[in-house]
């Protein structure tokens, strides 16, 4: 006779290779891994939600200081030029671009700074040790789904590499605005590392009830 399944709330799926693992109890700072692909499912770290949550807003601050000062300066035969970026998005308004100006909107600032949003909503009254808002598994499952789609840190790869050919044209001084994106793929490192989706929707159901 085969085995009885364990209650499907009890079972863990791999988000890698789908693999079904029962949940259990893990000590404190442990972590438990997928038996076929090897990623990591659960983690037991107590402070991770405050600590995900200060990051959250971190970033959301550095978004903020990213599209409010100059990205960089361009000096060139006596001419200088300051961009942010927010130029960066405008120069491609006219014609043919200004789908790509929308993308570019989109995917290096709306996006990161909803899913920050989200988080900060759903993960705010978790860390104060007090029952989430009605909506707050929405904003959480809604801050997973832009995961993707968030993309400052492509940006900010592009950007180095642009960099180092514009350089051996003009000079080129780099603003606060890029140390603060740069700021913000490191945050994001360090965030996306330290969220525990299985442990974050439990604590979100077991607050809720």
Not at 17 to 38: E, I, N
Not at 56 to 81: E, H
Not at 88 to 101: E, H, N, S, T
């Amino acid at each position: 006779m085969a085995a009885a399944l364990p209650p499907l709330d009890d079972l863990i799926a791999c988000p890698q290779c789908d693999t079904l693992h029962s949940a259990q109890d893990l000590p404190v700072g442990a972590r438990a891994y997928c038996r076929r692909c090897g990623i990591v499912l659960m983690t037991s770290q107590p402070a991770a939600i405050a600590q995900v949550l200060s990051l959250a807003i971190a970033a959301f601050i550095l978004m903020i200081a990213a599209v409010s000062f100059p990205f960089l300066t361009l000096d060139q035969g006596g001419l200088r030029n300051a961009t942010s970026v927010i130029d960066a998005v405008l120069a491609f308004q006219d014609g043919y671009a200004f789908p790509l100006a929308v993308a570019v909107a989109l995917f290096i600032i709306i996006l990161p700074m909803m899913r920050l949003t989200a988080l900060i909503y759903a993960l705010g009254p978790l860390a104060r040790n007090k029952r989430p808002r009605s909506s707050a598994r929405a904003a959480f499952g809604f801050a997973e789904r832009l995961r993707p789609w968030s993309m400052a840190e492509i940006f900010i790869v592009g950007v180095t590499v642009a960099l180092i050919k514009v350089a051996g044209l003009a000079a080129v001084t780099i603003g606060p605005a890029f140390w603060a994106f740069a700021g913000v793929v490191v945050i994001t490192v360090l965030k996306d590392q330290l969220i525990c989706r299985y442990s974050f929707w439990e604590a979100l159901d077991t607050s809720k009830a």
